[in-house]
């Protein structure tokens, strides 16, 4: 069945960077673009970005250019999201999520990012 | 950038009939997906290109789109059905969502 096992949880100090990984199994990890999506506690939810497996091209939300870097490894069929500079404000459960034909159709367990001092 | 309006809640009782609306300009050229979240939980894809059922979706959830406005509409509502619903749709290769509306079964 298909699958997206995300990394764990994560706490950093502010101005540090996280990354976080999505494990795909269960369908030909190239063949779905791979989003991320994250939700602060009690808001909704937040397009980030989404990578191409196949030919490693991106595309971010404005509101995080400069600022998340989304990478692949098809090798073992992982994703990868990269938060730089963080912020209080950026702390947030982070999702990825698998595109089949333009829907979000599979979603991951969620990773839990806590920016504290 | 674009926004998606909905209303932040909706309350219905058990056995009735829930409607849920989502906003936008041009909505009617672009397509709207349907997501439910649970407490605690992932998103659930519930409807897709504005009206598809994925596999093991109820009957009861119905999409729709009229004008600029899409509508999720559940019926025989169940305490089950009680969650977080956001529509979402695509406008020039990024992904929209709205702000999510609170389902309470009463």
């Known amino acids: 069945q298909v699958q997206l096992v995300q990394s764990g949880a994560e706490v950093k100090r502010p101005g540090a960077s996280v990354k976080v990984s999505c494990k795909a199994s269960?369908?030909?990890?190239?063949?779905?673009?791979m989003h991320w999506v994250r939700q602060a506690p009690g808001q909704g939810l937040e397009w980030m970005g989404w990578?191409?497996?196949?030919?490693?091209?991106?595309t971010y939300a404005q509101k995080f250019q400069g600022r998340v870097t989304v990478t692949r490894d098809t090798s073992i069929s992982t994703a990868y999201m990269d938060l730089s500079r963080l912020r209080f404000d950026d702390t947030a459960v982070y999702y990825c999520?698998?595109?089949?034909?333009?829907?979000?159709?599979?979603w991951g367990q969620g990773t839990m990012v806590t920016v504290s001092s | 950038s674009y926004e998606l309006t909905q209303p932040p809640s909706v309350s219905v009782s058990p056995g009735q009939t829930a409607s849920i609306t989502c906003s936008g300009d041009?909505?009617?050229?672009?397509?709207t997906f349907w997501y439910l979240q649970k407490p605690g939980q992932s998103p659930v894809l519930v409807i897709s290109?504005?009206?598809k059922r994925p596999s093991g979706i109820p009957e009861r959830f119905f999409g729709s789109t009229s004008g600029n406005t899409a509508t999720l509409t559940i019926s025989g509502i169940q305490a089950m059905d009680e969650a977080d619903y956001y529509c979402?749709?695509?406008?020039?290769?990024?992904?929209?969502f709205g702000g999510g509306t609170k389902l309470t079964v009463l």
């Open positions: 041009n909505l009617r050229n672009k397509y």
């Open positions: 999520v698998r595109d089949f034909g333009n829907a979000l159709d599979m």
């Open positions: 979402q749709t695509w406008d020039t290769s990024t992904v929209v």
């Open positions: 269960g369908y030909s990890f190239t063949d779905c673009y």
């Open positions: 990578i191409n497996p196949k030919s490693g091209g991106t």
């Open positions: 290109e504005d009206n």
